[in-house]
Each structure stands twice: as C-alpha cells, then as structure tokens.
C-alpha cells in the first residue's frame, strides 16, 4: 500500500514570495491533516480536512495561509506571503474513519 | 484545550539500557498514538493504543485512559532508537490528532 506523498521534499524561498505544498493521502483516507513542525517542537494542527470539507483550521494564519482538498483526494497548502518565522516542516497526515493516522515524509521550508 | 505533556524531555542512554517514556493528558481522549521521529523527520507509528496494553518486539506502550496517561517502554535499547518520541491524542468527532512535544532520545554505544 502507497503511504502519504509530499512534494517537494525541500523549498527554500525569500520572505514575501509565495510557496504551495502538495499532498497525496493514502487511497481511501476521507480524513487529511496539514501540521507545521518548527524546529525542537512537537507538530502543530494547522487544518483538518474531513473528505473535501474543513472540519478544523482555528489554528491555521488565515492571512497568509490557505488550503483546499478538491475532489476529496489531494490537498495543496498554500503561503502568501512568506515570513521568517513560517520556516519549518510541513507534515501531511491521513486517516481512514476514526483509525490510525499515518504521515508523509514532509516538507522542510526555509524562509530567508 | 488540551494539555498534553511528556516526560522527561531529553534522555541519555546506553546501548542495552531500558527507559520509559511517559505522555499524561488534561482529559479524555478516543485513542492515542505513539510515534518516532527518526534523524530524516520521518514520523513512524510505533503504536495506535487507546487502552491496555501492546507489544512490538523491544517496545511496549501501556495506556490508562481512566488515569489520563501513557507509558512507552523501550527495553534494550539500541543506537537505532534514537530520535524524538511523541505521543498524540485523538478526540472529537472528526478525531483531531493533537501532539505532545516529545521526548528526545539519544542512544550511545
């Protein structure tokens, strides 16, 4: 079974630009999660999608940050613009129903 | 909203010594979810676990959802266990996955 894909595996930009990231869960997931790891910490949720519906973004920077899951299979998180401080990893996680929840490999974004 | 705290924060070893990592959480939780972090940010499941008690080989977690924590055991330990442990939390309806921050673990030969 295909696990989590992410692409790309690393981006590095200048603040201010814009970045997406683009996620693939595993077949049959309805359940999808965008987490930021910064650096020496545990991941943050930043938006849960439940099929093609958000079921929790209170933690996402609506300002800058925005996310979609068309068609209820991929997902794209996008940053616009970029800070500093948005340096960090950006997981994708899926789940099935109420199951264990299984991660990609992630992407490591470096603002400067 | 929830608390999920884990102990202790850093840990030292030795090849072959054995350790017990623990994750206690503010309140109720449907299930909860053990995790290793490896050197390359992979996060691996090592356990899904919302009660009793489970074994893979040299590691074994323990959850007591009446008393709010977890324990992860790692026995004999090996320079490949090395890396940061997290536990997670699932709750609500839509099971939000909500993280701890970890437990990191160095493992000398």
């Known amino acids: 079974e295909a696990g989590v894909a992410q692409s790309p595996r690393y981006k590095i930009i200048e603040k201010r630009q814009s970045v997406a990231f683009w996620c693939n869960p595993i077949?049959?997931?309805?359940?999808l999660y965008w987490y930021q790891q910064i650096l020496g910490q545990g991941p943050k949720l930043l938006i849960q999608?439940?099929?093609?519906?958000?079921?929790?973004d209170s933690q996402l920077p609506k300002d800058r940050f925005s996310a979609e899951r068309l068609k209820g299979v991929d997902s794209t998180l996008k940053i616009q613009p970029a800070k500093l401080e948005d340096s960090a990893v950006y997981l994708c996680?899926?789940?099935?129903?109420?199951?264990?929840?299984?991660f990609g490999q992630g992407t490591r974004l470096t603002v400067v | 909203g929830i608390q999920v705290e884990q102990s202790p924060p850093d840990l030292i070893l030795q090849e072959g010594a054995n350790s017990t990592l623990r994750c206690n959480f503010s309140?109720?939780?449907?299930?909860l979810q053990w995790f290793h972090q490896n050197p390359w940010g992979q996060l691996i499941n090592l356990f899904y676990?919302?009660?009793g008690t489970k074994q893979n080989g040299r590691l074994s977690a323990t959850t007591v959802a009446t008393e709010r924590y977890s324990l992860l055991y790692i026995s004999s330990s090996q320079t490949t266990d090395s890396g940061v442990y997290f536990c997670?939390?699932?709750?609500?309806?839509?099971?939000?996955?909500?993280f701890g921050a970890g437990t990191r673990l160095a493992v000398h030969p």
């Open positions: 996680a899926s789940s099935f129903s109420s199951s264990e929840a299984f």
């Open positions: 077949s049959g997931h309805a359940t």
């Open positions: 999608f439940q099929n093609n519906g958000v079921v929790d």
């Open positions: 309140d109720s939780v449907n299930n």
């Open positions: 676990i919302p009660s």
């Open positions: 997670a939390v699932v709750l609500g309806g839509y099971n939000k996955l909500i």
